[in-house]
């Protein structure tokens, strides 16, 4: 069973920024993917940025330009860096995982922690 560890969010201005970290229970080197999701309340929850086991990322067009995805393979973390923050980015973040076996797909999910952003 994988578990995801993340950092705590907190509370900052506009303009400012803010650096969430998840740290997985197995080997980085282990998980296909892993990214950061964002939820308000009665919305869903939607992908911010993502980044495969080969490096490469994907970025929700919301954040393209002030959110960085990246990946310390040996601290075994993996961070999103966040800039210019807005009051629309105030939401419970959630730290994503993907473990991948054959055909098998399977989702994993940190607790979530909450990011504010005031105007």
């Known amino acids: 069973q994988l578990q995801l560890v993340e950092s705590v969010g907190g509370l900052v201005q506009a303009g400012g920024s803010l650096r969430l970290s998840c740290v997985p229970s197995?080997?980085?080197?282990?998980?296909?993917?892993m990214g950061w999701y964002r939820q308000t309340p009665g919305k869903q929850r939607d992908l911010v940025a993502a980044i495969i086991s080969g490096g490469a990322t994907n970025y929700a067009d919301p954040v393209k330009g002030r959110f960085t995805i990246s990946r310390d393979n040996a601290k075994n973390t993996v961070y999103l860096e966040m800039n210019n923050l807005k009051p629309e980015d105030t939401a419970v973040y959630y730290c994503?995982?993907?473990?991948?076996?054959?055909?098998?797909?399977?989702?994993?999910w940190g607790q979530g922690t909450q990011v504010t952003v005031s105007s």
């Open positions: 197995i080997s980085i080197f282990t998980i296909n993917s």
């Open positions: 994503h995982a993907v473990l991948v076996y054959g055909l098998e797909y399977t989702d994993y």
